[in-house]
């Protein structure tokens, strides 16, 4: 079946830091994929999608590219801010169901 | 569109009470997904439906939970009698079955005392 791995947090970064959370995935076919943030107290909201290899997807600054050489899509963000603070899910969609992985606590400070 | 609505937000009980959560999602989606959040678990898939039919519900943890989606405007989770250890954040989503594009709800947060 579809899976979702991606790495373990907590990440802690400094304001201004690069952010690279790693996501693989196991898929039959062609998945979308896709990346969601959830906020403290809040549910999840979409960051960014894509879906079809090579696709990159963007929103605020970060960026995920759709590799399927590699069956990853890892989330990139040039230059974080203490507001990046959040859980983000990498996701896979297909034969009728979202896939989430475990997610990944990202904390900036000052 | 005022996305997907979940009632109620806040849910304190007493163990052995049973306990209703509800989910609309949004107009036109056809598929309907229940989660549940805790700090041990991380997010687990409970069940979900395509076109009100129940499609997966190997999540469900125990016989105590149940899900019905009567409509493609409602769907419930009830958990009945309900334990301390089901505390959580539930939540629902919905998507196009086309897209997967999962829109989530606010959550309700459980407390089972």
């Known amino acids: 079946g579809n899976s979702v791995t991606q790495m373990e947090g907590p990440v802690t970064l400094s304001e201004e830091a690069f952010l690279t959370i790693n996501c693989t995935y196991t898929?039959?076919?062609?998945?979308?994929l896709f990346w969601y943030v959830q906020y403290p107290g809040e549910g999840l909201q979409l960051l960014l999608k894509?879906?079809?290899?090579?696709d990159k997807g963007s929103n605020k600054g970060f960026e995920a590219t759709y590799r399927k050489e590699t069956t990853s899509f890892h989330l990139e963000k040039g230059s974080v801010q203490v507001s990046d603070s959040a859980v983000y899910f990498c996701?896979?969609?297909?034969?009728?169901?979202?896939?989430f992985g475990t997610g990944t606590k990202l904390q900036v400070i000052p | 569109d005022a996305g997907v609505i979940q009632s109620p937000r806040h849910e304190v009980t007493e163990m052995g009470q049973e306990v209703t959560l509800r989910c609309k999602p949004i107009?036109?989606?056809?598929?309907l997904f229940w989660y549940r959040q805790t700090m041990m678990r991380g997010l687990e898939l409970l069940i979900y439906?395509?076109?009100?039919?129940?499609?997966?519900d190997s999540g469900m943890p125990e016989d105590r939970f149940s899900a019905k989606m009567p409509n493609a405007s409602f769907s419930t989770l009830k958990i009945q009698p309900s334990e301390p250890r089901d505390s959580a954040v539930y939540f629902c989503?919905?998507?196009?079955?086309?897209?997967?594009?999962?829109?989530f709800g606010q959550g309700t947060r459980l407390t089972v005392v």
């Open positions: 439906f395509n076109n009100n039919v129940p499609i997966d």
């Open positions: 898929a039959t076919g062609y998945p979308s």
């Open positions: 894509a879906t079809k290899a090579d």
């Open positions: 989503a919905s998507s196009d079955q086309g897209s997967y594009e999962a829109f």
């Open positions: 107009s036109g989606h056809n598929s």
């Open positions: 996701a896979l969609g297909g034969y009728q169901k979202v896939t």
